[in-house]
């Protein structure tokens, strides 16, 4: 549920203004896995063009984030951008720490990557996508299951939003 939605209600404050960073052991990216394979798997041609949009995000930059009311994009050198509206989990082969597109406060766990290039993308068959910087270091972004947009990726090549 989007926080745009929740502002009539008395838990906005206590849920969307207030930021929840969860670092765990880099272990806990095993519940992150189960969670996510629950959901419904993309189809070949979904999963086929989605990896060949964000192939064009390798070699770019990471050069920035916007925090907006219930959303953050992600900018890239190459002109390409990511809404994310879902779970996003960095991670250093030791650590994890995880946030969410509609928490603006949990945006600062990917300053890091600020000014670096991606090495390589990957997504699996439910739209988790991989952000590869070097060797174990990166973050990945989590669909879920809410009826609503969890991410959309804006390349050169097009839209493609994944619910």
């Known amino acids: 549920m989007r926080c745009a939605h929740l502002f009539i209600r008395r838990e906005w404050?206590?849920?969307c203004a207030?930021?929840?960073?969860?670092?765990?052991?880099?272990?806990d990216s095993k519940s992150v896995?189960?969670?996510?394979?629950?959901?419904?798997?993309l189809s070949q041609t979904d999963l086929e063009n989605l990896q060949a949009d964000s192939n064009s995000l390798?070699?770019?930059?990471?050069?920035?984030?916007?925090?907006g009311f219930g959303s953050m994009i992600l900018h890239f050198s190459n002109g390409s951008s990511m809404l994310v509206q879902c779970a996003f989990e960095?991670?250093?082969?030791?650590?994890?720490?995880?946030?969410?597109?509609?928490?603006?406060?949990?945006?600062v766990i990917l300053f890091e990557f600020f000014n670096?290039?991606?090495?390589?993308?990957?997504?699996?068959v439910v739209g988790q996508m991989i952000f590869n910087f070097d060797a174990e270091r990166?973050?990945?972004?989590?669909?879920?299951?809410?009826g609503l947009e969890s991410y959309v990726l804006r390349t050169p090549k097009g839209v493609f939003p994944v619910y």
């Open 18 to 27: 207030l930021p929840t960073l969860r670092t765990t052991a880099h272990t």
């Open 90 to 107: 960095v991670f250093d082969g030791k650590l994890s720490r995880s946030g969410h597109g509609e928490s603006a406060g949990t945006s």
């Open 138 to 146: 990166g973050f990945r972004i989590i669909p879920n299951d809410s």
């Open 13 to 15: 404050w206590a849920r």
């Open 116 to 124: 670096q290039h991606v090495v390589s993308v990957t997504v699996d």
């Open 33 to 41: 896995i189960r969670k996510v394979s629950l959901m419904t798997s």
């Open 58 to 67: 390798a070699t770019s930059a990471f050069v920035g984030v916007l925090v």
